[in-house]
């Protein structure tokens, strides 16, 4: 309840950032601009659409789940905005939830945006909504996991290291989460690929992203398994509360100065 | 211990030190603070800017760590995150979400204080009115002024309605006005029962509410205890005013006193003892003049701070303490 309270301001507070009005404003020119962008190839136009519709939703939502995940705890105690919060029977765990919370919900609302101005550009391309089927949710949804466990690195570096530092750090994580799904599989079953005990202990430290990703599920109109869905989903929402539980004992242990 | 004689506040051998510098050298911020609050009085936490008052209090209130000792707020470990539902603290230089309105930082953290629904919007409104912000509502807290903010702070401190307040310095960034409010409020609170414990380097707002006075110099408690034991209660000098005299007399009176001085309508001597201030007043008598008033000076406040302060070898003593 505590936990809501907090990030319903949250909320408010992360809608009236400029930089995240300035990222989705150009990923929404994008994806609209995708249509013209299309006409340049032959036969490949709904294709086209599709990718620049996942595409930018993917890039701008985790630009702006970095920067404002790196900012959202480290703001508060910059600006003492914490402190009257703090000093209330709240643990420190249920107010940096709250404060995740807010956060995800905030990158919910972009997605939606996102995921609207694609299936509008694709609707004018087809001309019906034959392309909106499971593969479409499954495509948008798993961005918004996968953005929201970007958010939640953010949100744990920010919580012993400068802003800075955190975005590299958040921004190391996504690359190797990324690069490393797609090349984990050749390094573990290959035989010239050695040392396969460290390939094996980053399978467990970094999220495998590449899980997290059906972008082309949409592109080719792939078929979607709902299981493979949800054991997608959970994977990624079981890697964001682990990240977050973590940040949280991080904080609680935090001296606010 | 039953609930009536358990103290609000109890602090035993609280200390926080700090690594600092290349090679972490230990930096104690507070060393061994020991002190009790009893329910319904009010606290004058003194000491210079840097003297560990604000690292008190935000142990206190759960947001710096204890790195040893142990307090009590209601017989509850200051450690257990419920502790806090008995407290309402006013932050030093207080800062909330600058988009919000006055109404919504207090429904926020009225929520975080387990409050909701018609009760919290009635508790909100009341605050307002009784801090002075009634006619603020519709101003975001951006378009505050520092005083406007201080009393919002003090609305949130009591939201909830605790019986310990724990203010660090609540007077700051007030003009008289709003700090002759503040006194006053500090001084209802504790007639409505409350407890009331703040930290400040003005001592004329000690002295004039304080029931129990602790000063800390340099992380360490210097003296503790209501505030006739801490003042050196022996008279330092004797004032005497008069008026009435033939301008003669004033040399006189001057060259018996200790200092004397000229005002526009009467004369002021300051002499060492009651007894050289009694024999100076029969003599005014004796030439006809007119004794005003005759008043014994003891040591204030601000003095006993300023000689603790120099005994213990605080540079700041004089500088800080207004």
Redesign the interface.
Known sequence: ??AL??AA?TV??TL?ERLMYNLAIFGLILIGGSLTISQLTLGEQFRIIADIGTGSTQLFATLIAVFLGVAIVARELD???C?????????RGEFLVGKYLGLVAVLALNVAAMAAATALMLLVYRGSGDAFGLHFVAAFLLILVQVALCAAFAVLFSSFSTPTLAVILTLAVIGIGHVFGEVRGFWLTSPEVGLKSVVRVLDFVVPNLGLLDMKEALTYGDAVAPLSLLARVGYGLGWAGAVVALAAVVFS?K??? | MSGATQPALQVSGLTKTYRVGVRRRLVAALDGLALEVAQGSIYGFVGPNGAGKTTSIKMLVGLIAPTRGEARIFGRSIRDPESRRAVGYLPENPSFHDFLRPQEVLRYLGRLSGMSGRALDQRADELLELVGLGQARELTVRKFSKGMVQRLGLAQALIHDPPLLILDEPMSGLDPLGRKDVRDLVVELRRRGKTVFFSTHILSDVESICDRVGMVLRGRLVAEGPLSSLLDGSIRAVELRCAGLPEAAFDRLRAQAREGARGPADWTFSFADTDAANAAAREILALGGRVLAVQPVRESLEQTFVRLASAAGSPSADRDVA
């Open positions: 309840m505590k309270a907090v301001n408010r507070e009236r600006r003492r905005t402190y009257a919060a703090l000093a209330r029977p709240v643990s242990r001296d606010v100065r």
